[in-house]
């Protein structure tokens, strides 16, 4: 049920081209403030505050204080773990095959 | 100062003594989702630290700046084994425990003083990974990946 929930707020706050724009600000460059990311948004400063609210909420944001300013950061832990449970497992038979045709690559020349 | 900064949290349906032990004092729990890493220090404010591959090799090494058990840590880290990582001199990693409902928040900061930097981005593809398992083990009782990096590890 956990899981379940973690992945239906992730999903929710993927399917929005604002937040997907913000993900990809933060990617090109991380621990900006809301000041930096609303520079680039064409929305109001309550919009963008929203929508990081929503990534936030989702863990895909993840934010610092410093001093008086605070730092929003992508969290890739998330994905991280989307990755694993959809696309990691069709990674091995690739990789098995590729360490299949070095191994008689190599045996072949020696 | 120029600084490089990543950030990783994730929420993890454990206890905060018991993910303590898992980041820390636990060399062969550790070994199960760090692919064969663990950490050897007294783990007090002052005391030496390091991190050892299963071969032996010393990857990294430090001293533990802060030791709060079960809440905060806080490691001076310096990589070894690669020699332009090493050149960069030291880094600064906190791990933050908060419980938060039935899970605990963890949340770790790496920074280095320069921008950019070839060690915060080294560490950055790996975090992830380590955390991700790390949460796969403590809630499951299994890790989600065996392997670090399956694609390099497949051209060699």
Known sequence: ?110 | MARSTFVYVTYIRTTQQKLWSALTTDAEFMKQYWFGVHCQSEWVPGAKWKMVYSDGTISDSGEILEAEPPRRLVIRWQHQNKPELKAEGDSRCTLELEPVGSAVKLSIVHTIEREPSQFIEAVSGGWPKIISNLKSLLETGSIALAEPYPAQSAQR
Request: proline fraction near 4%; hydrophobic fraction near 40%.
């Open chain 1, 1 to 110: 049920m956990a899981e379940r929930q973690d992945h239906d707020s992730l999903f929710k706050a993927l399917a929005d081209p604002s937040r997907r724009k913000l993900l990809d600000l933060l990617h090109a460059s991380d621990g900006r403030t809301l000041n930096e990311l609303c520079e680039h948004l064409d929305m109001s400063r309550q919009g963008v505050t929203q929508h990081l609210a929503v990534l936030e909420a989702a863990n895909l944001v993840a934010t610092v204080w410093r001093g008086r300013e605070k730092l929003h950061f992508l969290n890739p832990v998330p994905l991280q773990e989307i990755y694993e449970r959809w696309i990691a497992k069709f990674e091995k038979p690739r990789l098995k095959a590729l360490g299949d045709l070095k191994r008689r690559l190599e045996k072949s020349n020696g």
